[in-house]
């Protein structure tokens, strides 16, 4: 069973930048796909940044030029480099990973852009 471990959320001013990582545990696991994903309240879970194994990195329109998605394929690890960050980006940060054509869930962890 793959596990997702997602960090480095918290508080920041607009403007502000924040890291977010996440790492993937298990056992004898091939990870196709990883990638980021926001949900703020009310609203439906949606893309950020997404990668296919060998393929580039899709971004929403809304982060584009801010956001940069970084992978480590050796260690099953992704990262979220998030800069100029403004209000609208604040929301519950979810990492994803396809495992065997399963997806795959972190807990979330929350970022709050806010001065």
């Known amino acids: 069973q793959v596990q997702l471990v997602e960090s480095g959320g918290g508080l920041v001013q607009p403007g502000g930048s924040l890291r977010l990582s996440c790492a993937a545990s298990?056992?004898?696991?091939?990870?196709?796909?990883m990638g980021w994903y926001r949900q703020v309240p009310g609203h439906e879970r949606g893309l950020v940044a997404y990668?296919?194994?060998?393929?580039?990195?899709t971004y929403s329109d809304s982060v584009k030029g801010r956001f940069t998605m970084s992978r480590d394929n050796a260690k099953n690890t992704v990262n979220l480099q998030m800069n100029s960050l403004k209000p609208e980006d604040t929301a519950v940060y979810y990492c994803?990973?396809?495992?065997?054509?399963?997806?795959?869930w972190g807990k979330g962890i929350l970022v709050t852009v806010s001065s």
């Open positions: 994803r990973a396809v495992v065997y054509g399963i997806d795959v």
């Open positions: 990668s296919s194994s060998g393929s580039t990195t």
């Open positions: 298990g056992n004898n696991f091939n990870i196709y796909g």
